[in-house]
């Protein structure tokens, strides 16, 4: 079955930490992207890419790195983690100009303490 | 400013009752979506339906692109439909990338 799958589930981290969020989809979709998802704003698009080796910059890029490497992944980058960047992370997929077929993974909790 | 507003913020409704949840959006948009979101977190993608209505089951979606709105109708709650339902637009010349701007959500409770 088609999906669109995130790891890790939940992280924990340090101020001034690396991490590094994955996605990856079987969808065979062109686009990723990825969300960030905070009380108060709802879901807020960090960055987005139309294949591999393309990135684009969406409305709250500040902190964060991204790489697709190929077609099915898709990473997000904080190289140095903030306090400001604990937030629920969504990955998502999607053919591009359909709309219908917009597939989310299950999330990443990230704690930066 | 706020591109896409939801309303209400939350609703408390008895099992059986319907609800109506509103979305308005201030830009021109390409494209329209309602997602549900469940208690745990995960989003699941309801409706794509950037004009005229949808119907799935007991959900009814209606885009009017000259008013600038679009609704959810849920017909016969059930605890089941509690939750968080987000409306997101994708606005116009983005390319063909679904870049969506979200509401921040009507958080529906069905009680018994």
């Known amino acids: 079955e088609a999906a669109v799958t995130q790891s890790p589930r939940n992280k924990v981290t340090v101020t001034g930490g690396n991490v590094t969020l994955s996605c990856r989809q079987t969808?065979?979709?062109?686009?990723m992207y990825w969300y960030r998802q905070d009380t108060g704003h709802g879901l807020r698009l960090i960055h987005y890419?139309?294949?591999?080796?393309?990135?684009q910059i969406g409305d709250v890029p500040d902190g964060y790195k991204a790489t697709r490497t190929t077609q099915e992944d898709f990473f997000l980058l904080l190289e140095l983690a903030s306090p400001s960047q604990t937030s629920l992370y969504f990955c998502?997929?999607?053919?591009?100009?359909?709309?219908?077929?917009?597939?989310f993974g299950s999330g990443t909790r990230l704690l930066v303490i | 400013g706020q591109q896409v507003q939801q309303s209400p913020a939350s609703l408390v409704l008895q099992e059986g009752e319907n609800a109506e949840l509103q979305c308005n959006f201030s830009?021109?948009?390409?494209?329209m979506q309602w997602f549900y979101q469940r208690p745990e977190g995960s989003l699941v993608s309801l409706f794509y339906?950037?004009?005229g209505t949808k119907q799935s089951g007991r959900l009814t979606s209606t885009t009017v692109i000259k008013e600038r709105r679009s609704s959810l109708h849920i017909s016969s709650s059930q605890i089941t439909d509690s939750g968080t339902y987000l409306c997101?637009?994708?606005?116009?010349?983005?390319?063909?990338?679904?870049?969506?701007?979200f509401g921040k959500g009507t958080q529906l409770i069905i009680q018994p």
């Open positions: 890419s139309y294949g591999a080796g393309n990135l």
């Open positions: 969808n065979s979709h062109n686009y």
């Open positions: 998502a997929s999607s053919w591009g100009g359909r709309g219908s077929d917009y597939t």
């Open positions: 339906n950037p004009s």
């Open positions: 997101a637009m994708a606005p116009m010349n983005t390319g063909g990338a679904d870049r969506l701007t």
């Open positions: 830009t021109s948009l390409n494209s």
